[in-house]
Antibody
Framework: EVQLVESGGGLVQPGGSLRLSCAASGFIFSNYRMNWVRQAPGKGLEWISYISSSSDTIYYADSVKGRFTISRDNAKNSLYLQMNSLRAEDTAIYYC??????????????????WGQGTTVTVSS | DIQLTQSPSFLSASVGDRVTITCRASQGISSYLAWYQQKPGKAPKLLIYLASTLQSGVPSRFSGSGSGTEFTLTISSLQPEDFATYYCQQLKSHPLFTFGPGTKVDIK
């Protein structure tokens, strides 16, 4: 079964740090681009970070740039999100999501076809 | 940055109704648009990609259309399991993705 399982969420004080993990199974993790998407309580979806299959290309949303770091370990089939200098507005459910697309030389993105169940991060004193 | 708006933000409908949700982009995105369904407490589910291609396993009552700046998601006959929130997502500026604000479909 194709699956993504996030872990590492919790309660942290403003200014603190957390490291989220996403364990992949049921597919060849190293072949896929991956993303982190978050959802604040009662709000919509916000894309926050992308990493290519070989980690050579990384992007962040402006809201987390300079504070969050995405990484992956293809040998361990795992995706990570290091979150530093956390703020109250970072409180959200964090999802890892597999990117779906086609082509190598000219890549066409289709969307995010596999999502984890989410891990909750609460930033509060 | 490419911004997305959705209308309506909320709609109340009955089982069997035909439902249409609109997503508009602030600039042309060709057909680089996906639609997702999210139920309470669950992760989003990809329904449609490239504006009109149905993801594998998604019922045929769902359809998508549009290109450029205006897109629609249509549910031809609303079923009880379709009550959820629907999001559009633009992929033109890959990988700087943007989601629309969502449309909640509720039971009348």
């Amino acid at each position: 079964e194709v699956q993504l399982v996030e872990s590492g969420g919790g309660l942290v004080q403003p200014g603190g740090s957390l490291r989220l993990s996403c364990a992949a199974s049921g597919f060849i993790f190293s072949n896929y681009r991956m993303n982190w998407v978050r959802q604040a309580p009662g709000k919509g979806l916000e894309w926050i970070s992308y990493i290519s299959s070989s980690s050579d290309t990384i992007y962040y949303a402006d809201s987390v740039k300079g504070r969050f770091t995405i990484s992956r370990d293809n040998a361990k089939n795992s995706l990570y999100l290091q979150m530093n200098s956390l703020r109250a507005e970072d409180t959200a459910i964090y999802y890892c999501a597999r990117e779906y697309g086609s082509g190598n030389y000219y890549y066409t993105p289709y969307g995010m076809d596999v999502w984890g169940q989410g891990t909750t991060v609460t930033v509060s004193s | 940055d490419i911004q997305l708006t959705q209308s309506p933000s909320f709609l109340s409908a009955s089982v069997g109704d035909r439902v249409t949700i609109t997503c508009r982009a602030s600039q042309g995105i060709s057909s680089y648009l996906a639609w997702y369904q999210q139920k309470p407490g669950k992760a989003p589910k990809l329904l449609i990609y490239l504006a009109s291609t149905l993801q594998s396993g998604v019922p045929s009552r769902f359809s998508g259309s549009g290109s450029g700046t205006e897109f629609t998601l249509t549910i031809s006959s609303l079923q009880p399991e379709d009550f959820a929130t629907y999001y559009c997502q633009q992929l033109k500026s890959h990988p700087l993705f943007t989601f629309g604000p969502g449309t909640k479909v509720d039971i009348k």
